[in-house]
């Protein structure tokens, strides 16, 4: 069994015209959502054992937030460019290259390549809003067999529903 996790980054700031894309920190409402998502998923006792980030700022914030809620060792995430101004079929080929060993891989990027990868796996997500979280299970052995299966199991989970 695998589990995939996907996050899209909380609400970012645009307060800088001058500072590149990749750059840009959270809002004050991202820096509220981080945390909030990661105690709703330490509410539901998720552990994982890897999480990838994308390597822009906002990302990476809200991987650190979440990560700290859920117990996952800060230091440990690994930031990955590919994760940032992406197409679905990257995102497949690096979700077929994680190693085995993992079984729950939490990955944190953007839009509009999660909701992309999200219609990929499961019609019946939409949109993903900033800082929401899929969930899903695949009945599978290795990672390479992911992208050729649909999750017997999908949960979504949004700042909104948390309010």
């Given at each position: 069994?695998?589990?995939?996790?996907?996050?899209?980054?909380?609400?970012?700031?645009?307060?800088?015209?001058?500072?590149?894309?990749?750059?840009?920190?959270?809002?004050?409402?991202?820096?509220?959502?981080?945390?909030?998502?990661?105690?709703?998923?330490?509410?539901?006792?998720?552990?994982?054992?890897?999480?990838?980030?994308?390597?822009?700022?906002?990302?990476?914030?809200?991987?650190?937030?979440?990560?700290?809620k859920i117990g996952y060792d800060r230091a440990s995430i690994v930031?990955?460019?590919?994760?940032?101004?992406?197409?679905?079929?990257?995102?497949?080929?690096?979700?077929?290259?994680?190693?085995?060993?993992?079984?729950?891989?939490?990955?944190?990027?953007?839009?509009?390549?999660?909701?992309?990868?999200?219609?990929?796996?499961?019609?019946?997500?939409?949109?993903?809003?900033?800082?929401?979280?899929?969930?899903?299970?695949?009945?599978?052995?290795?990672?390479?067999?992911?992208?050729?299966?649909?999750?017997?199991?999908?949960?979504?989970?949004?700042?909104?529903?948390?309010?």
């Amino acid at each position: 069994m695998k589990t995939l996790y996907l996050v899209r980054h909380a609400k970012s700031s645009w307060d800088d015209p001058a500072l590149a894309d990749h750059d840009r920190p959270l809002n004050e409402r991202g820096k509220r959502d981080a945390p909030k998502m990661g105690d709703r998923l330490a509410q539901r006792g998720t552990k994982v054992d890897l999480i990838i980030s994308s390597s822009a700022a906002r990302a990476l914030a809200t991987a650190q937030a979440i990560a700290e809620k859920i117990g996952y060792d800060r230091a440990s995430i690994v930031a990955d460019r590919r994760l940032y101004g992406t197409q679905v079929s990257a995102l497949l080929y690096l979700i077929q290259e994680l190693d085995d060993r993992y079984e729950r891989v939490m990955l944190f990027g953007h839009n509009p390549e999660f909701t992309d990868l999200a219609h990929f796996f499961g019609s019946e997500i939409d949109e993903l809003p900033t800082c929401a979280v899929v969930e899903m299970t695949f009945e599978v052995d290795h990672w390479t067999e992911v992208v050729k299966r649909k999750p017997v199991t999908i949960w979504i989970s949004t700042p909104k529903q948390l309010d």
